[in-house]
């Protein structure tokens, strides 16, 4: 095999490059969010297509992003329950809602439990800038 006015060159080893991951609307880079993990190689994975196939359930096709494996696989999104009923009723939709007790309650501390700490809501006891008088 030969190149038309050329030599072949020598076959030279893959080089590793990191990914380079998109912007999201508004600039912000994407991370990891929008990828999921290939479940042979554990590098990232992007949807390439995706297909709802009813309210619960949705069929998706994965490319892995590393070169080396290669791997395309279909997974599923299923919705599991509700955590937080919404504003629209669907009384032709019967969505299962978690149990209240299994649903993870964030309250903030007490007041005055902060171990000498300023809380959010507490004023500023000293503006930034300002200094303590020392003399």
Do not use: W, Y
């Not at 554990?42 to 709802?52: K, L, V």
């Not at 919404?86 to 007490?110: A, E, K, M, S, Y």
């Amino acid at each position: 095999m030969s190149a038309a006015g050329g030599n072949l060159t020598k076959a030279r080893p893959m080089i590793a490059a990191p990914l380079q991951f998109r912007l999201r609307p508004g600039g912000r880079k994407t991370g990891s969010s929008c990828f999921m993990l290939c479940p042979k190689c554990d590098a990232p994975a992007f949807i390439r297509r995706s297909e709802r196939m009813s309210e619960q359930t949705t069929h998706l096709t994965c490319h892995c992003t590393d070169s080396g494996c290669g791997h395309i696989f279909r997974a599923d999104i299923v919705f599991v329950h509700t955590l937080v009923e919404g504003n629209i009723d669907r009384p032709d939709l019967n969505l299962p809602v978690c149990p209240r007790d299994q649903v993870q309650h964030v309250r903030p501390p007490p007041h005055g439990d902060s171990d000498d700490e300023p809380g959010f809501f507490d004023p500023d006891p000293q503006p930034q800038g300002a200094r303590k008088d020392t003399g």
